[in-house]
């Protein structure tokens, strides 16, 4: 599975939007990308994947870049809920079936 | 839908003794992942098994863990002789098995080795 970079921390003011961003830059053609989240003492959560297009649910919004090289979590309200390490994550659907997690962004909301 | 169960949350051991932990994943995924976490790291992948068949398993499984998962339901991890560098958060995951799946995880059992 393709590696990805992200920064180690970030902050954001609650009730802004937050933007995670990831470089996955030998991504191939059959990789999807997943975000998951960890928040303190808890597994890890999914939050959203993607092939190619721009995906948005309920928690969050990602978006690809057209040459898939790096992508951007969106989550459009930060809420204080949301301070959490937020994981990255390539995965070749086609073959492996295990995650392998980098060491993510640390993402804290501040009033 | 209970989500998946981890049990149990925290073991303290000493060095030398054997240590085994339950999960138990949600009832209709037939996929169940170990994980290990230590702290500052994210989760490495341990093992996963796809209905009672243990499917991979990593480098990092060394001879002192085993994992099973007898009738493809909750599976048990045991580690015997633990060993300090042991200690970390052990994580169980569950899935439908879907190519595109997503993996539902557990909170974890705390494990300290003295």
């Known amino acids: 599975d393709a590696k990805t970079t992200q920064p180690p921390s970030m902050d954001c003011a609650e009730g802004r939007a937050a933007n995670l961003p990831c470089n996955h830059s030998t991504i191939s053609g059959n990789e999807y990308v997943y975000w998951y989240r960890q928040i303190h003492s808890q597994g890890p959560q999914y939050i959203i994947h993607?092939?190619?297009n721009n995906e948005t649910n309920e928690m969050a919004s990602l978006i690809i870049t057209e040459d898939r090289k790096s992508s951007t979590l969106i989550l459009p309200h930060a809420t204080l809920r949301d301070t959490a390490v937020y994981y990255c994550?390539?995965?070749?659907?086609?073959?492996?079936?295990?995650?392998?997690f980098g060491t993510g962004t640390r993402l804290q909301v501040t009033l | 839908d209970t989500g998946v169960s981890q049990d149990p949350r925290h073991k303290i051991t000493k060095r030398g003794q054997n240590v085994t932990f339950r999960c138990d994943p949600i009832?209709?995924?037939?996929?169940l992942y170990w994980y290990r976490q230590t702290l500052g790291q994210g989760p490495e992948f341990l093992t996963y098994f796809q209905n009672e068949a243990q499917l991979e398993k990593s480098r990092l499984l060394s001879d002192r863990f085993s994992a099973e998962r007898p009738k493809g339901s909750f599976s048990t991890l045991e580690i015997q002789r633990t060993e300090q560098g042991d200690s970390a958060m052990y994580l169980c995951?569950?899935?439908?098995?879907?190519?595109?799946?997503?993996?539902?995880f557990g909170s974890g059992t705390q494990l300290s080795v003295l």
């Open positions: 995951a569950s899935s439908f098995g879907d190519l595109r799946e997503k993996l539902f």
């Open positions: 993607g092939l190619k």
């Open positions: 994550i390539v995965r070749n659907t086609g073959t492996a079936s295990k995650l392998t």
């Open positions: 009832s209709e995924h037939n996929r």
